[in-house]
């Protein structure tokens, strides 16, 4: 009429080697901060998207011309309210636009050149800076407008 080991309760060696199991190296990959870490990333990027386009602020005219495709990226003469002229995002005197856009053309005469005048800029000035560029023998130039509202 003894009294058996493993009858006791249930703290015996079994429940002892149960907790031993839990202190071992886990194999499941917690993917918590992973996905932190992108959701921040990915709020950045959207927040940060609309601001890396050309740097100098105008107010483009609306037309009813369709959008030209874009397989490469082309230069930008951006001409402001103030009748200042900019390549890119760099402010340029209207006698050096030729010569900076032929040092930066990669393709020569052959080069992209959109030209975007503010719809408050002097009409006068937009057409002198297109004409010189013109003269100067680039054969691709184009004006940037926005498309109107409710035209298809």
Not at 19 to 34: D, K, Q
Not at 80 to 100: L, S, W, Y
């Amino acid at each position: 009429m003894g009294m058996s080991v493993s009858a006791g309760g249930g703290r015996g060696g079994r429940g002892h080697r149960r907790r031993g199991r839990h202190h071992g190296v886990m194999s499941e990959i917690n993917v918590t901060p992973l996905v932190d870490v992108m959701l921040v990333l990915l709020i950045i990027f959207m927040v940060a998207a609309p601001l890396l386009t050309v740097g100098v602020p105008i107010e483009l005219p609306e037309t009813a011309a369709k959008e030209m495709n874009a397989d490469t990226q082309p230069i930008t003469v951006t001409i402001n309210r103030d009748g200042q002229i900019h390549i890119q995002e760099t402010e340029i005197p209207f006698e050096e636009v030729v010569a900076k856009l032929q040092a930066i053309a990669k393709t020569g005469y052959e080069e992209r050149i959109f030209v975007r005048g503010d719809k408050d800029a002097d009409y006068g000035t937009v057409m002198k800076v297109m004409a010189r560029i013109s003269a100067a023998g680039f054969k691709n130039i184009g004006l940037v407008t926005l498309q109107e509202q409710g035209a298809s």
